[in-house]
């Protein structure tokens, strides 16, 4: 089939350096867009072209579907990478990729379609023989049917919306007494967000972990599972801590997961690379499908460290026609690997955004280290996108491993100029719960909220002067104690020497 020979990436930051990656090991020609703030960023250093496509807000930039086929087809890109967020799970952008004879490297916009509905999916899944979160099949036609539903499943309920996703018009209801408020809220929710005010119910599952499977397709029929990623320590639906494989999940419930999340892929006929997401409930004998990602995910390097392949390198073989190996339906995770990610926010402030300039950029490297970053020393941190700076994975023989690991990767990473949330991984490498790998959707919330994960004192920029002090007489007294003859001189001219430290954000 057709051989891709130039792909202009839809994306920024760390996603975009990480395929241009890929694009370079496999000796094809890579194109970026940019916005303006985005014109010395590092991807557009690292690319083999790069077009300006417009201003910061991402409407006018990074969504411009249109603009950007009609961008590929003149610089001459035979396909699209959409990496993640932005155009990634448009099945209308796809649609037009495939009108303008450009090829999306993903799944078709027919299976993204479907991903893209919930209640569609879900009755998908339902027929496919897939485990679903018990619940309704349909939307619900009214407010009486949602009472007589409801105690049919028994409280508390959820009250989800039929076209959304990530959390935006669900309502958890403890009791019937509160239904009819839930209710009539999700669907104005659901209306704002997604244009339609169509909600179900499921039964609410209390403390699960999500749990998800990596699923590779091809464009011959064959879908393969490589495994799980735990996905469960997140804050306010934002994921923070992803590791594979999962501590809670054994060799045979990866087994059954891998089969269902298969099954779930081939029911909709997908291809190139997807994530099925699944609630794995608090006595981790049950699971159920909550829906499938049709794209590339940002947590996709804990997979590959532990399987030893490049996801994005099969991403675009797969688009190229090829087919998956026999050896790939066999594979097993070896070793162990976490990944946090960066965010250019400040814990201290309870996560807010920390715009400004990185002044200071070192990441930590050594064995069993890889970081995927976006940005680099001296460039700026806008508010414009996803304040995700970079993720930082560490690989080990074994979980306990890669956990010393990657708090020795903490140790030497320094970023200054802006607040970023690495305090808040170094405390929670030292919480019990998350070293015994007690994990749920709910903990990290919940020990914030009670305090027991507060973060240690932040440095205090007015001591910087007194650590410059200290440090200047500590690597000075020992040319000066040892040799008192030679008088004063000795100590005054070590003092002369320029000493430079660097704390609370600023040099003096
Ligand atoms: C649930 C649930 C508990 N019970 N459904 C949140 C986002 C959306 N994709 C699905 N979500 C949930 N659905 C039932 N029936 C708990 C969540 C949930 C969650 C799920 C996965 C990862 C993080 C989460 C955080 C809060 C709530």
Redesign the pocket.
Same mark, same amino acid.
């Given at each position: 089939m057709a051989k891709i020979n130039k792909v202009l990436i839809v994306n920024r930051g760390e996603i975009a350096v990480r395929i241009l990656r890929a694009l370079a090991d496999l000796g094809k020609r890579s194109a970026v867009i940019y916005s303006d703030p985005d014109r010395a960023s590092l991807p557009v250093m690292l690319a083999d072209e790069a077009y300006r496509i417009g201003p910061a807000p991402s409407r006018e930039s990074y969504l411009r579907g249109d603009a950007i086929i009609e961008l590929a087809g003149r610089i001459g890109a035979d396909a699209i990478h959409p990496g993640y967020g932005f155009l990634s799970e448009n099945a209308t952008f796809a649609r037009h990729c495939r009108e303008a004879g450009i090829l999306f490297i993903g799944p078709s916009p027919e299976a993204m379609a479907v991903m893209g509905s919930k209640v569609e999916s879900r009755r998908m899944m339902m027929d496919a023989g897939v485990a679903v979160?018990p +619940?309704g099949r349909d939307p619900l036609p009214d407010l009486e049917a949602a009472r007589a539903f409801a105690a049919q499943l028994g409280y508390p309920?959820?009250i989800?919306a039929a076209s +959304?996703? +990530?959390?935006k018009g669900?309502r958890?209801v403890a009791a019937q007494a509160d239904l009819a408020a839930a209710y009539r809220a999700a669907r104005s929710e659901a209306m704002a967000s997604f244009g339609d005010d169509d909600v179900y119910l /499921?039964?609410?599952?209390?403390r699960?972990r999500?749990v998800e499977i990596q699923v590779l397709g091809d464009q011959h029929g064959r879908v393969v599972s490589l495994g799980e990623r735990e996905?469960?320590l997140?804050r306010?639906?934002q994921?923070v801590v992803e590791e594979a494989p999962s501590p809670a999940v054994s060799p045979e419930l990866r087994r059954q997961m891998g089969e269902a999340a298969v099954k779930a892929a081939k029911a909709v006929g997908y291809s190139n690379a997807g994530t099925v /997401?699944f609630?794995l409930d608090a006595d981790g004998e049950s699971f159920?499908f909550?829906?499938m990602n049709t794209r590339l995910q940002v947590e996709h390097p804990v997979t590959e460290m532990v399987t030893g392949l490049d996801l994005v390198e099969w991403q675009l073989r797969i688009s190229e026609g090829e087919p998956l190996p026999d050896e790939m339906e066999r594979i097993e995770p070896r070793g162990h690997a976490i990944e946090v990610r960066l965010y250019a926010e400040d814990p201290y402030r309870g996560f807010a955004p920390s715009p400004g300039r990185i002044e200071v950029l070192r990441l930590p490297q050594g064995p069993g280290i890889r970081n995927d970053c976006g940005v680099h020393e001296g460039c700026e941190v806008t508010i414009h996108y996803d304040p995700m700076l970079a993720k930082l994975i560490a690989w080990g023989a074994d979980r306990d491993q890669a956990m010393r690991r990657l708090r020795r990767a903490l140790g030497e990473l320094r970023v200054e100029g802006i607040q970023t949330t690495a305090p808040l991984f170094l405390r929670l490498l030292d919480d019990p719960d998350f070293i015994a790998g007690r994990l749920d959707?709910?903990m990290l919330d919940r020990k914030m909220a009670s305090g027991e994960l507060a973060l240690p004192a932040p440095p205090n920029p007015d001591l910087a002067p007194i650590a410059a002090a200290l440090a200047h007489f500590q690597r000075t007294a020992r040319t000066t104690a040892p040799n008192p003859g030679r008088g004063r001189r000795t100590g005054w001219r070590h003092a002369a020497r320029r000493e430079s430290l660097h704390g609370g954000g600023r040099w003096i």
């Amino acid at each position: 089939m057709a051989k891709i020979n130039k792909v202009l990436i839809v994306n920024r930051g760390e996603i975009a350096v990480r395929i241009l990656r890929a694009l370079a090991d496999l000796g094809k020609r890579s194109a970026v867009i940019y916005s303006d703030p985005d014109r010395a960023s590092l991807p557009v250093m690292l690319a083999d072209e790069a077009y300006r496509i417009g201003p910061a807000p991402s409407r006018e930039s990074y969504l411009r579907g249109d603009a950007i086929i009609e961008l590929a087809g003149r610089i001459g890109a035979d396909a699209i990478h959409p990496g993640y967020g932005f155009l990634s799970e448009n099945a209308t952008f796809a649609r037009h990729c495939r009108e303008a004879g450009i090829l999306f490297i993903g799944p078709s916009p027919e299976a993204m379609a479907v991903m893209g509905s919930k209640v569609e999916s879900r009755r998908m899944m339902m027929d496919a023989g897939v485990a679903v979160v018990p +619940g309704g099949r349909d939307p619900l036609p009214d407010l009486e049917a949602a009472r007589a539903f409801a105690a049919q499943l028994g409280y508390p309920v959820m009250i989800k919306a039929a076209s +959304g996703g +990530g959390g935006k018009g669900m309502r958890r209801v403890a009791a019937q007494a509160d239904l009819a408020a839930a209710y009539r809220a999700a669907r104005s929710e659901a209306m704002a967000s997604f244009g339609d005010d169509d909600v179900y119910l /499921e039964k609410f599952i209390d403390r699960p972990r999500h749990v998800e499977i990596q699923v590779l397709g091809d464009q011959h029929g064959r879908v393969v599972s490589l495994g799980e990623r735990e996905c469960s320590l997140q804050r306010r639906q934002q994921k923070v801590v992803e590791e594979a494989p999962s501590p809670a999940v054994s060799p045979e419930l990866r087994r059954q997961m891998g089969e269902a999340a298969v099954k779930a892929a081939k029911a909709v006929g997908y291809s190139n690379a997807g994530t099925v /997401e699944f609630l794995l409930d608090a006595d981790g004998e049950s699971f159920y499908f909550l829906e499938m990602n049709t794209r590339l995910q940002v947590e996709h390097p804990v997979t590959e460290m532990v399987t030893g392949l490049d996801l994005v390198e099969w991403q675009l073989r797969i688009s190229e026609g090829e087919p998956l190996p026999d050896e790939m339906e066999r594979i097993e995770p070896r070793g162990h690997a976490i990944e946090v990610r960066l965010y250019a926010e400040d814990p201290y402030r309870g996560f807010a955004p920390s715009p400004g300039r990185i002044e200071v950029l070192r990441l930590p490297q050594g064995p069993g280290i890889r970081n995927d970053c976006g940005v680099h020393e001296g460039c700026e941190v806008t508010i414009h996108y996803d304040p995700m700076l970079a993720k930082l994975i560490a690989w080990g023989a074994d979980r306990d491993q890669a956990m010393r690991r990657l708090r020795r990767a903490l140790g030497e990473l320094r970023v200054e100029g802006i607040q970023t949330t690495a305090p808040l991984f170094l405390r929670l490498l030292d919480d019990p719960d998350f070293i015994a790998g007690r994990l749920d959707i709910a903990m990290l919330d919940r020990k914030m909220a009670s305090g027991e994960l507060a973060l240690p004192a932040p440095p205090n920029p007015d001591l910087a002067p007194i650590a410059a002090a200290l440090a200047h007489f500590q690597r000075t007294a020992r040319t000066t104690a040892p040799n008192p003859g030679r008088g004063r001189r000795t100590g005054w001219r070590h003092a002369a020497r320029r000493e430079s430290l660097h704390g609370g954000g600023r040099w003096i």
